[in-house]
């Protein structure tokens, strides 16, 4: 795996993201379970959030991808998905050099969705991502857990579960937009 890590004096953190993982952990597990949104009302009260990403590699086995949030930008490096698990290692980036990858690099087209964050009880949270562009249409809502054995709770938004179909990877919107797919 290549790390990274940026010399960007605006950066106040230049090495691993650690999303509630110490600074010296060296293998990041992401377990995520993702969900349909059904209708609007989950979005009363809450703010969102404009994410720009692209992929480097899009390939199942690891994904790169490039990823500006307001003025932070990120690479992430995900391995295959087994279940609702997966390694993923996150560094942040300069934004100015995520940009131009994004603009230069990326695969296209660049994934825009507007992400809403909302409390989900025991200390989770419900990341509700709604989507711009070729992908218009499309709300997903994510959940990472501690473990896959995690209970939560499940809001009357809340539709069906795609947590183990492809087509929703972000990665497969890219080669797949959602305003293409036979409903």
Not at 93 to 122: F, Q, W
Not at 137 to 144: R, S, T
Not at 165 to 182: E, G, Q
């Amino acid at each position: 795996i290549f790390l990274f890590a940026t010399e960007d004096p605006q950066c106040s953190y230049p090495n691993l993201v650690t999303h509630g993982h110490s600074k010296e952990t060296k293998v990041a597990k992401e377990i995520e379970r993702k969900f349909l949104v059904i209708g609007d009302e989950w979005k009363k009260g809450a703010v969102g959030t404009l994410y720009r990403q692209g992929y480097l590699n899009s390939a199942k086995e690891r994904t790169v991808r490039i990823r500006t949030i307001d003025d932070k930008a990120f690479l992430t490096i995900k391995g295959l998905t087994v279940s609702c698990t997966r390694l993923e290692f996150e560094y942040l980036i300069s934004h100015a050099d995520c940009v131009k990858m994004l603009d230069d690099l990326a695969e296209k087209p660049i994934i825009e969705k507007t992400r809403y964050k909302i409390p989900a009880g025991n200390g989770l949270t419900w990341e509700i991502d709604e989507f711009h562009g070729v992908n218009e249409g499309l709300v997903v809502a994510e959940i990472e857990l501690p473990s896959e054995e995690t209970p939560f709770e499940k809001p009357a938004w809340l539709g069906e579960e795609v947590s183990s179909d492809p087509r929703y990877f972000n990665s497969n919107l890219v080669a797949h937009p959602f305003t293409t797919w036979d409903k």
